[in-house]
Structures are given as C-alpha cells and as structure tokens.
T-cell receptor, first 113, second 115 residues
Framework: QKEVEQDPGPLSVPEGAIVSLNCTYS??????FMWYRQYSRKGPELLMY????GNKEDGRFTAQVDKSSKYISLFIRDSQPSDSATYLC?????????????FGSGTRLLVRP | IAGITQAPTSQILAAGRRMTLRCTQD?????MYWYRQDLGLGLRLIHY???????GKGEVPDGYSVSRANTDDFPLTLASAVPSQTSVYFC??????????????FGEGSRLTVL
C-alpha cells in the first residue's frame, strides 16, 4: 500500500465549477501537507502548505486537512481553464535528524471553457 | 532570476552509455534534490544534498550518482544507462527547512529516453 494515495483522474469540470481534489494517507505522523500544481511539460510549483489540521485559504484555493481521517483536500473556487493541470499532494514528517517528504502521483484536472 | 536550470531538456540515449544531467540554481539554497517522475508512480527521490560537500541517497538511488562541489550545481550521473531509467528527471532546491514544509523549487525537467 502506498503511503499517499491520489486518484489520477482525469477530472473534467466546466469553467466556474468548484473543484475538490483529495488525497488519503496512511502514516499518522505526517505533519506538513502541501499541494503542488504541475502544468504539462513543466516542473511542479508549490501552491500552498498547511501544518497539522484545519483550513488554509489563498485566493480561490482552500487546503483542508483532516488528520483524524488521514484525508486532505484542495478546493478550487470559480475554476478557470488556466487551472487545467496536474495537482500533486505531498506530505512530510521529521524523522530524527532528517525529513521524509512523500508525493502523491497526481490528479489531472481539465477545466472546460 | 532563472531559479533552477536543467540541461538537457530532452535526450535519447543508447543503453550502456554514460549520461550526466546538469542542474544549476541561483537562489543560494542549501539543499538540492533529484527526483524522477513516472506515470502512476509520482515523484520519487533519487539523491539529495543538504549542503555543499554532502550527499545522501533517496528512495531510488541505484544506478545514479551525484556530487555537490559547490552551492549552485548538483549534477546527476547515470554511469551505464538502462531502459528502466527512461523517465522525466526533476532537479529541485530549497532552504534548510524546505524538505519539511515542502517549499521546494523545481526545474523544468529533463526528459530522458534510454533505448
């Protein structure tokens, strides 16, 4: 079983829709939770990160962490065609003197005009 | 500011050949990383360096080597390429806490095909 599971999609929505992207994980020790966006043939770029449980909002994007359910979500409001990309979740934990950072395999999102 | 520069952007290579992927950063970050990205498997860490002069093995280090002679450069070498090393390779950098907070800055990637 992978430590981080993410539905590969693709997820196709009309412009203006609210998008929900999700990841589940198995290691309850994960502390930081991130979302990256990756456009086709480009490198991933960090959208936002959260520490522990709760919500964090940045413009049209809201990241939500539910540690009790080992479930994280990224919501995109008023989705735009420019949001079409692959979204990767990631999470990390401190281990002694080092850190472990695990990426999900990504969900491909297509926002139709 | 360029951020992370990778070269080449794309390469086709015969099995058994030696190949070095180059990575340069201009952000003066302490830490640098090499990942490979394969369909369905996501990003997997190959090697990392927490600071110039030190390197460490990641999740999938076999068949790869790295060096960190200075802060800016972190080349990845495939000593004898095999078809299973066909992948997209990403170099990334961060400050010292980046691996915990996930604040990594990625390059554009190098697409490598080994025949």
């Amino acid at each position: 079983q992978k430590e981080v599971e993410q539905d590969p999609g693709p997820l196709s929505v009309p412009e203006g829709a609210i998008v929900s992207l999700n990841c589940t994980y198995s290691n309850s020790a994960f502390q930081y939770f991130m979302w990256y966006r990756q456009y086709s043939r480009k490198g991933p770029e960090l959208l936002m990160y959260t520490y522990s449980s709760g919500n964090k909002e940045d413009g049209r994007f809201t990241a939500q962490v539910d540690k009790s359910s080992k479930y994280i979500s990224l919501f995109i409001r008023d989705s735009q065609p420019s949001d079409s990309a692959t979204y990767l979740c990631a999470m990390s934990v401190r281990m002694d003197s080092s850190y472990k950072l695990i990426f999900g395999s990504g969900t491909r999102l297509l926002v139709r005009p | 500011i360029a951020g992370i520069t990778q070269a080449p952007t794309s390469q086709i290579l015969a099995a058994g050949r030696r190949m070095t992927l180059r990575c340069t950063q201009d952000m003066r970050h302490n830490a640098m990383y090499w990942y490979r990205q394969d369909l369905g498997l996501g990003l997997r860490l190959i090697h990392y360096s927490n600071t110039a002069g030190t390197t460490g093995k990641g999740e999938v280090p076999d068949g790869y080597s790295v060096s960190r002679a200075n802060t800016d450069d972190f080349p990845l070498t495939l000593a004898s390429a095999v078809p299973s090393q066909t992948s997209v390779y990403f170099c990334a950098s961060s400050d010292s806490l980046g691996f915990l907070t996930g604040e990594l800055f990625f390059g554009e990637g190098s697409r490598l095909t080994v025949l």
